[in-house]
């Protein structure tokens, strides 16, 4: 069977038309529409944001567009020459996922049996210390319909924190065994640092707005967001060693650091183009990894696409020099461990480790072919240790996730 | 800037925008769901289009090929959305039943679940290019420039989607479900 026939029959199945009623409202487009006309006449969105981020005294400006080796920047690990993969034990569970990892490599956490549904399974956090479990906990106090705790990050010390992965969520905190909530409820955690400094946010879904836990005791800080933001929904990436916190707001990256300002990472321009967009994916090995948003090289065969089709490469940007390295030309090409935007399951397991591009031995989990899907989740700083999940299908539940961990030299 | 156009609302600009939205609201609606295969984002997604739309329409309503223009808008719509959907994509929904044994006849909903489930892990760009080239019957030239891409990047997206469905589905796809 050739591409195009099989193409045709297996997406033909999915063919037909919506059958329930329209919810389009042209009156509310139009009345939309029009508000988006002025935001326009009056300066562009862009420049608009750029204003707000200028006025709260936070714009920065990138510098460099050439990468510039220097002593200033965060060294890069030596890229290890060999890995092997292992399964990490999941207890009495039938499969487990690998949610996020620590610096050191050594603490790792995961959640059992992530690919079955919700109800009727309900989910364990799992905690991983040097490869073993050394935590298997059922959160009590889940909300309704919540398919469980996901934890999203851990430190040094292993405790990690999350949240609900659809849905309201509670921010949530692993400590001493016990998985709790955090002060503040609801909202969500998504990074911690080796002090102990958390960051999330916090609030109803549709309102929730960039926090800062002090430690897993505290009561939630509100961070300071540019005025004006409407529906704009911040959201918060990673928090690095210095307590720096990474976010998002409408497509650009926004830092707040550790003496109280804060402001938008400013965009580069990248062979005369200028980006107009900056994901933040993850903070790591000092740097932060993120998909540039670049206007198309070429123009495209429409002619009239201007403003819309977009380059997505990946770049990684020092938040102290502002130097801004690109890493590969989109952002599929390889994974960016950790990733809170763009997470993507690849074939073959590779990741960045600091400008390399580490390439792993696929672990044969018991899927399909003996092709896996996998996503990466950590590496350590060293890049000796390396950790992540093999997928089965989506199609077949009964193919269970394998937690899987590289150890490399 | 051009404010030639005004801010102010103009009727005969007005009724042409509506005009030309009227009828084309069923083909949009119905690539939106081809694309997503959920109808509550297919509405979102033509929503967010048609207003769009009508904030650039005194700039844009004599662009030559305006449908291919708004269905170009509608496919970024949707993936923006993908993009920003991506992230912790591993705890998923399933289909609640496992699909067993090859079911006779047209698409049961199991099937389509199962399709639908594996369509939703593969790139949204591969995604966009099979749903475009086999759903909606698009060449690979109309569904080059509804991405602004080359044809060649088409054709290269439609292979890697193919492969990542097959890895996805294994074997049952081809013969029975």
């Known amino acids: 069977m050739n591409d195009e026939e099989y193409g045709i029959l297996v997406l033909r199945p999915l063919g037909g038309d919506p059958e329930g009623p329209s919810a389009i409202d042209v009156g509310k487009a139009m009345r939309d529409g029009r508000r988006r006309r002025r935001r326009w006449w009056t300066g562009g969105s862009t420049l608009a944001a750029v204003l707000v981020a200028a006025l709260t005294g936070g714009v920065l400006v990138a510098t460099q567009q050439t990468p510039r080796p220097g002593p200033d920047l965060p060294p890069d690990p030596v890229l290890p020459a060999a890995c092997t993969a292992g399964p990490l034990p999941t207890g009495p569970h039938e499969s487990a996922e690998v949610s996020g990892g620590d610096p050191s490599g050594a603490w790792l956490v995961g959640m059992s049996d992530a690919h079955l549904p919700t109800p009727p399974v309900s989910h364990s956090v799992l905690l991983w210390h040097n490869g073993e479990l050394v935590a298997d906990v059922r959160p009590r106090d889940v909300r309704k319909g919540s398919p469980g705790v996901r934890m999203n990050d851990v430190n040094g010390s292993g405790v990690a924190v999350g949240s609900d992965p659809r849905g309201n969520s509670d921010p949530w905190v692993l400590e001493n065994g016990e998985v709790r909530k955090l002060a503040g409820a609801p909202g969500e955690a998504n990074a911690i640092n080796d002090a102990g400094v958390i960051a999330g946010r916090s609030g109803p879904p549709g309102q929730r707005r960039p926090v800062r836990w002090t430690s897993p005791d505290a009561e939630p800080t509100p961070l300071p967001v540019p005025a004006g933001l409407g529906n704009v929904q911040p959201t918060v990436t990673d928090i690095a060693p210095d307590g720096t916190i990474i976010g998002e707001i409408g497509g650009r990256a926004y830092l707040w650091w550790p003496d109280g300002t804060s402001g938008y990472v400013g965009l580069p321009t990248v062979e005369g183009r200028k980006a107009d967009g900056f994901l933040p994916m993850a903070f790591s090995h000092g740097w932060l990894y993120g998909t540039l948003f670049l206007p198309m090289a070429e123009p495209s065969p429409a002619g009239f696409l201007g403003g819309e089709a977009r380059d997505t490469p990946i770049y990684r940007y020092d938040l102290r020099s502002r130097i801004w390295q690109k890493l590969a030309d989109w952002q599929m090409e390889t994974q960016v461990a950790g990733t809170f935007h763009g997470q993507f399951m690849a074939a073959e397991p590779k990741v960045f480790v600091g400008r390399q591009v580490l390439s792993l031995p696929a672990y044969p989990a018991p899927i399909m072919d003996g092709t896996a899907n996998f996503l990466i989740e950590n590496v350590s700083d060293d890049a000796r240790t390396v950790a992540g999940t093999a997928l089965s299908g989506v199609a077949d539940p009964s193919k269970p996730a394998v937690p899987v961990i590289w150890r490399c030299r | ?177």
Not at chain 2, 89 to 98: E, G, N
């Open chain 2, 1 to 177: 800037m051009d404010d030639k156009t005004g801010a102010g609302m103009n009727d005969e600009s007005d009724a042409g925008y509506l005009e030309y939205v009227s009828g084309r609201i069923p083909a949009l609606r119905r690539v939106a769901f081809l694309l997503g295969g959920d109808e509550h984002q297919a509405d979102d997604l033509v929503q967010e289009t048609i207003t769009k739309l009508y904030a650039k329409w005194p700039r844009i309503a004599k662009v030559e090929n305006l449908d291919a223009y708004v269905h170009t808008m509608l496919v970024r719509a949707f993936l923006d959305e993908k993009r920003r959907g991506w992230w912790r994509v591993s705890l998923r929904d399933v289909p609640p039943d496992r699909p067993t044994g090859p079911a006779a006849g047209a698409a049961s909903t199991e099937e389509r679940a199962v399709l639908r489930a594996a369509l939703d892990r593969i790139p949204a760009r591969q995604q966009a290019v099979l749903v475009l080239r086999f759903l909606c019957d698009r060449s690979v030239a109309d569904v080059a420039q509804l991405l602004g891409c080359s044809e060649g990047t088409v054709k290269s997206q439609t292979s890697h989607g193919l492969n990542a469905l097959r890895r996805i589905l294994g074997d049952r796809v081809g013969g029975a479900l």
